[in-house]
């Protein structure tokens, strides 16, 4: 259904401003009379006082008409080229999840095979790069599937924030990492499956962008009203501040850059699902929330019905806070 601002600014600028010229016209008029009826002085009236009116209604309709017509003008100008970067978007996208990938996945695969070959263990670095650089390149373009493939409508479903919370620090759970997890039993979002995209990659990063010895890593669910807020903390190096103000002004130059997609598919994804994405460096590490808005969770099953199917929520899995035991994996 067409807003009815549409149906109005859509009209050519001819017909906006001949609409405008005859209302104008008629509340000339009507206006005359009503103020001369009001001061008594309806009988000295003449149409010289019509005429004056209507002048400046005239003159008003030709600007009118002038601006509508510059602004239709670059409207379409604009609608073109916003329809143009949308098809270069779409085939560098193409080219590069599919042409690009292939040709990776063959130095992938030449690569396997010169391993096997080559005694050198300088040469045997210099592969092992090489491998670790297509696979990044791989994972990039994995991401821009996600990003592209997400629907643009505003999510109608709801998911339990602990269990993808719980799902993701479980991906991250190794004997190098010290994790740990402090949720309620649920705690249930607006949101779709795709927010497990920008959780997962939220823990990926915590975990990836730390050298430190003991990589530590602090996940929280809490709920405030109408919102539910994960927070995830760890103690790397912090995000630049440079990427920060990238993702606050919502454009990348040749200056300024964030060095990986995955920031963005955090911001964009979140907003995709209604929420809102905010970060803080310090000198002990960076900490990220992400907020959502909270709904009902399902209803309660009825007795005699199993409680672990008939309402979706995990009966099993980490518990309220959970810490990573070095020497076992839960």
């Known amino acids: 259904m067409r807003l009815e601002s ?17 209302l104008g016209t008629l509340f000339v008029v009507a206006a005359d ?16 006082h019509v005429v004056r009116g209507w002048t400046l209604v005239a003159v008003s309709s ?14 379409v100008a604009a609608r073109s080229e916003l329809e143009t970067s949308n098809q270069q978007l779409q085939v560098l996208s193409r080219v590069f999840r599919h042409n690009v990938r292939n040709d990776l996945n063959v130095i992938q695969g030449y690569t396997d095979l010169l391993v ?5 263990e300088r040469s045997r670095e210099c592969l092992e790069t090489i491998r670790e650089t297509t696979d990044d390149v791989i994972e990039i ?11 643009p ?29 402090d949720a309620p039993a649920e705690a249930w979002v607006r949101a779709d499956e795709s927010i497990e995209y920008p959780i997962r990659e939220v823990f990926e990063n915590a975990v990836t962008h730390n050298d430190e010895s003991v990589r530590r890593v602090d996940a929280r669910v809490t709920e405030n009203g109408s919102t539910a807020c994960l927070e995830v903390r760890d103690n790397g190096p912090g995000l630049p ?24 598919l955090v911001k964009w994804m979140c907003e995709t699902q209604g929420g809102t994405v905010g970060f803080e460096t310090s000198d002990d590490g960076t900490t990220v929330r992400l907020r959502f808005e909270s709904v009902d969770g399902p209803a309660a099953p009825t007795e005699g019905t199993d409680s672990g199917t008939a309402s979706g929520i995990k009966t099993s899995g980490l518990g309220a806070e959970r810490k990573a035991d070095p020497g076992a994996r839960s």
Request: aromatic share 6%; with cysteine; charged share 30%.
């Open 153 to 181: 409508a505003p999510p109608d479903g709801r998911v339990d924030l602990v269990d993808v919370v719980r799902e993701a620090a479980t991906n991250v759970d190794r004997a190098d990492v010290a994790l740990t997890v």
């Open 62 to 75: 030709v600007v009118l008409y002038g601006a509508t017509t510059y602004q239709k003008r670059r409207a």
């Open 6 to 22: 549409d149906l109005v600014l859509g009209r050519p600028p001819r017909e906006l401003a001949a609409a405008y010229f005859c």
């Open 141 to 151: 373009s994995e991401k821009l599937r996600v990003i592209e493939d997400t629907s």
């Open 241 to 264: 501040d440079d990427e920060r103000a990238v993702l606050r002004a919502e454009e990348e130059t040749p200056l300024s850059h964030a060095s990986s997609i995955g920031l963005w």
């Open 33 to 48: 009379l009503a103020v001369a009826s009001a001061v008594g002085s309806l009988p000295r009236w003449t149409p010289v």
């Open 116 to 120: 096997d070959r080559v005694d050198d």
